[in-house]
């Protein structure tokens, strides 16, 4: 009888525990979606609904004219083309840099773990090294590379830019990935005659699935939210759309909308929010596959 009471009670306190723990998260998570809550309902709101009303309040009335004019009619100076045209030089610079640099980080991450040379230490921590350098140290003597490469003000400037700065971030997942894969399967493809490149397309790459992933999301992440490359590297014409969602937002000229702001910014986070929910599970499976193991 004293069991079942001492069993009861500790089943009891685990499943106040549990509620205490679950609430705790439900309000952290609702504490950090309020923002969005607001760009959102704002964004659906007429300006004189939003001078009148309540920031947390549902709109009245749904409008979406705010949203059409985010995307093609806003000012992002004395163009008023909204974000469209920028978008899409968002995605000519964003899908080839990340293309780019996950294939040289999972080529540098393969010669690093496997095919030890002298030195091969020594590079790597460099690569590393570079991870943390910020990035204003690097503006001024990139910009000189670019003038000299003849890039300067350019897509391909910019992917260029994105490419060298990500090639340590994503040499380091595929190291650490590549690390945790068996040495023998490696000595075993050399003893049946198999070569550098046979091994990799053969062994290396139809096990990176997982880390992959994580690689793709992290450089699509850090590029397509990227500002202060974009506003350094650019020139009017391939301006990412962080740079012309600021300019949006900072417009000084005429009635302050509010709306289209709001709306703006969710447009500008919209892709990242979509790869994060599509594959946000697949990222998780990434890391505990080996991505930040040692």
Known sequence: MTDTSTQRTGDFKNALLRAGLYAMLILFALYYLMPLFVMLVTSLKSLDEIRTGSLLGLPRDVDFSAWGKA?????????????????????????????????????NGYVISQWHFKGSNMIFALLLFGCFIPFQVILLPMAIMLGKMKIAGTISGLIFVHVIYGLGFTTLFFR???????????KAAKVDGAGFFR???????????????????WQFTQIWNDFLFGVSFSQAGTQPITVALNNIVNSTTGVKEYNVDMAAAIIAALPTLLVYVVAGKYFIRGLTAGSVKG
């Open 199 to 217: 091994i990799f397309w053969s062994i290396f790459v139809p096990l990176s699935a997982p880390i992959v992933v994580v690689t793709v999301i």
């Open 71 to 107: 995307w093609s009619g806003a000012c992002t100076g004395v163009q008023c083309e909204g974000l469209r045209p920028y978008f899409w030089n968002s995605v000519l610079i964003a899908v080839p840099a990340v293309l780019i640099s996950t294939f040289l980080g999972a080529m």
């Open 176 to 186: 650490n990935y590549y690390i945790t894969i068996p040495v023998e399967l490696v």
